[in-house]
Each structure stands twice: as structure tokens, then as C-alpha cells.
């Protein structure tokens, strides 16, 4: 299976994401994760993105297309991926075509802006794995740990309501045409969003069984 989950920040897709890869045993591809590393680390890549992701601008799509590219190539994405905040635009999803990744199928995760506010503010993230917890909706088992990796939790700096609002434009503005884009290929299931976290997975997991 490989799949691209879209969606506007904050819809769910790297809470599913991490479901989904271990009842699929396939690896999830976030690019905010692995941009959130490399500014850890201090590569080249990671300076360059910082200044766009503290803004809550798109990172260009050279250096998207660049680090996709070469993960997907590693051996464990052999038999499937989950593609996570990527493509978010359509030059990204041309690229993913010219280099000849095929995609099983993209699901949308549906999300009114209105409910997206609460969720960001929220929302805490592991500074090492990059797992996605929420104090109310999905607290982790000890406060302020990681349940997967025992690290401290994080608040994401762009998790601010006014960067978090300029996302929800760049989203609208930008990436909410992929769904046209896929839909044209057949390749588009919509599921609900706003509804418990494994009332969601339910709906994916049917979304990736249907046919054509
Ligand atoms: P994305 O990867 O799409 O930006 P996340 O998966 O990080 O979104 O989810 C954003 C926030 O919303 C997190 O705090 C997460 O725990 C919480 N969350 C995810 N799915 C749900 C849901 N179905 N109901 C309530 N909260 C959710
Ligand atoms: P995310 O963790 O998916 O919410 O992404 C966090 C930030 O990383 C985004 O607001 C962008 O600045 C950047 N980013 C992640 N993925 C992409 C992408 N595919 N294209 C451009 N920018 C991206």
C-alpha cells in the first residue's frame, strides 16, 4: 500500500499515519518530521527550512522533492509507505509522477478550520519521534512523555493560533487542489476528520479496501 494521506494542519494525518504504518506494517514519511530533525541537526537542509516552517510558510518544493526522493528510495519502503504532508502542492504531486512513485490511493481527512484552533493549541509533540498526542483527545500515559520512546513532549512552535491560521491559508490556498488533482486519477477517498481518533482510522482503513 502506498498512500498519501492529505489534509489541512492539525486534520489527524500524523495520528493516523502511526496507526495505520504499524497495522500495516509499512513506514510513515512525515516531511515536518524529518525537517523538525534536520534543524535539530543543523544540516544545510534544516536552515534553510527553519525560517518557512517558523512562519508557517511551505518549504520550497525543490527541497521537498529532493528529501522525498531520496527516502523513498531506502529499502523499507519497498512494500508500501505512508506519505505524510507531502505533496502539498501540485508541483510536488507532478513530481512524484515524473519520478514514476506510484500511489495506491490518497485519502483527505476532513476538517473544518473552526475545530482546528482547539486541536493545535493541544497539541504536543515528541522532540525525538516526532508522535502526535493531545492533552484532552490523546493524552500520553504520563504526562509530558512519549509512550513510543520515553522523550519529553514538546509544544510545536508553530502551533501559535496566528501561525496556525496562516497554515489554514497556505492549506486553502495551496494544497487543498490536490484533492482535485487525485480525484481525476481516481485515487481519492474523503474521510471524516472531526470524529473520534479511532472512529477515523475505521474510516481509512475501509477508504484503502474499496476498489476503483
Ligand atoms: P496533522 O499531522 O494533520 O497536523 P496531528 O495528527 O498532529 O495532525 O493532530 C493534531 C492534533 O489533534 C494533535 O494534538 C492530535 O492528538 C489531535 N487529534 C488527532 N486526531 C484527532 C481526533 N480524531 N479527535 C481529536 N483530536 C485529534
Ligand atoms: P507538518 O509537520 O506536516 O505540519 O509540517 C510542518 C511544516 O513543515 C509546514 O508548515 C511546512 O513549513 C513544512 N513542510 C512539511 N511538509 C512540507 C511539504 N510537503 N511542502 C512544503 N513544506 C512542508
Given at each position: ?8 494542519p492539525g486534520a ?11 497495522r500495516?506494517?509499512?513506514p510513515?514519511?512525515s ?14 537542509t ?5 525560517s518557512?516552517?517558523?512562519?508557517g ?5 525543490d527541497?521537498i522533492?529532493g ?20 505533496p ?45 498526542y493531545h492533552?484532552?483527545?490523546?493524552p ?12 519529553e513532549?514538546?509544544i ?10 496562516h ?25 471524516e ?20
Amino acid at each position: 500500500m502506498r498512500l498519501i494521506l492529505l489534509g489541512a494542519p492539525g486534520a489527524g494525518k500524523g495520528t493516523q499515519a502511526e496507526i495505520i504504518s504499524k497495522r500495516l506494517h509499512i513506514p510513515t514519511i512525515s516531511t515536518g518530521n524529518i525537517l523538525r530533525e534536520a534543524i535539530k541537526n543543523g544540516t544545510e537542509t534544516g536552515l534553510r527550512a527553519k525560517s518557512f516552517m517558523d512562519k508557517g510558510m511551505l518549504v520550497p518544493d525543490d527541497v521537498i522533492i529532493g528529501i522525498v526522493r531520496e527516502r523513498l528510495a531506502e529499502p523499507d519502503c519497498a512494500d508500501g509507505y505512508i506519505l505524510d504532508g507531502m505533496p502539498r502542492t501540485i508541483p510536488q504531486a507532478e513530481a512524484l509522477l515524473e519520478q514514476g512513485i506510484e500511489i495506491d490511493r490518497v485519502v483527505s481527512i476532513e476538517i473544518a478550520d473552526e475545530v482546528i484552533e482547539a486541536r493545535m493549541t493541544g497539541r504536543r509533540v515528541c522532540g525525538t519521534c516526532g508522535a502526535s498526542y493531545h492533552i484532552v483527545a490523546n493524552p500520553p500515559k504520563t504526562e509530558g512523555i512519549c509512550n513510543a520512546c520515553g522523550s519529553e513532549l514538546v509544544i510545536r512552535k508553530d502551533d501559535t493560533p496566528e501561525t496556525v491560521r496562516h497554515r489554514l491559508e497556505v492549506y486553502h490556498a495551496e494544497t487543498e487542489a490536490l484533492k482535485g488533482f487525485y480525484a481525476k486519477l481516481g485515487k481519492l477517498r474523503l474521510v471524516e476528520g472531526n470524529q473520534p481518533i479511532e472512529d477515523a482510522t475505521r474510516d481509512i482503513m475501509a477508504a484503502l479496501g474499496g476498489s476503483e
